[in-house]
């Protein structure tokens, strides 16, 4: 049987050293797709792996190192988390005896290391959230690099169906797929007439704009998730109107789930210039559970997604949230027997590490 090492390099948690982000749901699913048909290894630092299902633990090698998320870091923190992740990407090349190495959890350093060193021996699979680095001066040399760092992966499996790179191959592959025995009982029939914000407060998102919108329209707005800028939480509370509550906590998964399906609305307030090609696994799970999906219009066309589209939080109205949604719902539905099924997501992985395997060099 073919050896695949699945690598999770960067190992991102909290102060209490809490894993956060998707890396540990992704790598099961991802995992589960191919351990019939390959031996699999896992590689990935601790703060991962103690998440994992104790018969993946048995298959998993650990990396040295992780990075701690937090608000502000010195220049000097940000450096050696750098390091630390060269430092695990090169454990797992160095260390794994597979034909393939499958880096499923992608940032730029990976593509910088790949940049630097020569290929290595084995086949490279990355699997793509985004489809490069688009804007400033910065966005543009991170973006040379990686069109050169491409020429070193044999695939990518792109999760947005629009993504294009310019020096290697790719196949749409979605990062999550659809699970009946999971997503069908949060699938509300009535649901509350109010919208949520969940995940990771970062950066990347327009807090201020989501909260100041919300203030103007007066309809209910829930904000649950890990903030690593108290200051900014702060702030956000003190600049919210009675119709908006916000919890700083780590969700579990029914938590998670249970917040999102039950509310009419998820609000992905995702800066454009971002996430319009980026792919976002709430917006997908928010497909499997029918509730509807408030971005930009941008950020929803990249992901070749339904929902309501703004182009300035400006064009948020109130009455467009009290409008009848049937014919978005249905074309949920569609998506999830399509694109998410399961049996076609196995197969075309099944279909994109034969071809690695066997044919391409």
Not at 17 to 42: C, M, Q, S, T, W
Not at 94 to 123: C, G, I, T
Not at 269 to 290: D, R
Request: with cysteine; aromatic share 14%; charged share 25%.
């Amino acid at each position: 049987m073919k050896k695949i090492s699945m690598v999770e390099y960067q190992g991102r948690c909290d102060i209490q050293g809490r894993a956060v982000g998707h890396a540990p749901k992704v790598l099961e699913e991802y995992y589960n797709f191919i351990k019939d048909d390959y031996n699999v290894r896992i590689f990935a630092p601790e703060v991962i792996s103690k998440q994992l299902p104790v018969s993946l633990q048995k298959d998993t090698c650990e990396l040295p190192y992780r990075i701690i998320m937090k608000g502000k870091k010195s220049f000097l923190a940000k450096i050696t988390d750098k390091m630390h992740m060269f430092g695990n990407i090169k454990k797992a090349i160095y260390s794994a005896d597979a034909e393939v190495l499958w880096f499923f959890n992608v940032e730029y350093y990976l593509m910088l290391y790949l940049f630097l060193h020569r290929k290595p021996k084995q086949k490279i699979v990355c699997t793509m959230f985004l489809d490069g680095y688009h804007g400033n001066v910065t966005a543009k040399v991170k973006q040379w690099v990686f069109e050169k760092a491409q020429k070193k992966i044999d695939i990518i499996l792109s999760s947005g169906r629009k993504f294009l790179f310019a020096n290697t191959m790719s196949e749409f592959i979605p990062d999550y797929y659809y699970r009946p025995e999971i997503y069908q009982q949060y699938q509300q029939k009535s649901k509350e007439p109010y919208a949520v914000c969940l995940g990771t407060m970062g950066k990347g998102k327009e807090l201020e704009e989501m909260v100041q919108a919300f203030n103007r329209i007066g309809y209910s707005l829930q904000i649950a998730g890990r903030f690593y800028d108290h200051e900014r939480l702060v702030e956000l509370k003190r600049n919210a109107g009675e119709n908006i509550t916000i919890e700083d906590s780590y969700l579990s998964q029914e938590e998670y789930l249970t917040k999102l399906s039950k509310a009419a609305y998820v609000v992905l307030p995702y800066s454009p210039g971002q996430y319009a090609t980026q792919t976002s696994g709430v917006m997908q799970e928010a497909l499997f559970v029918n509730t509807i999906v408030i971005s930009y219009q941008d950020v929803l066309d990249g992901a070749g997604m339904s929902g309501i589209g703004f182009h300035r939080w400006d064009d948020l109205t109130k009455e467009l949230l009290q409008t009848d949604h049937q014919e978005l719902l249905c074309g949920y539905q569609e998506l999830r027997e399509t694109v998410y099924a399961r049996e076609q997501i196995r197969a075309d992985y099944r279909k994109v590490f034969e071809g690695v395997i066997n044919e391409r060099s």
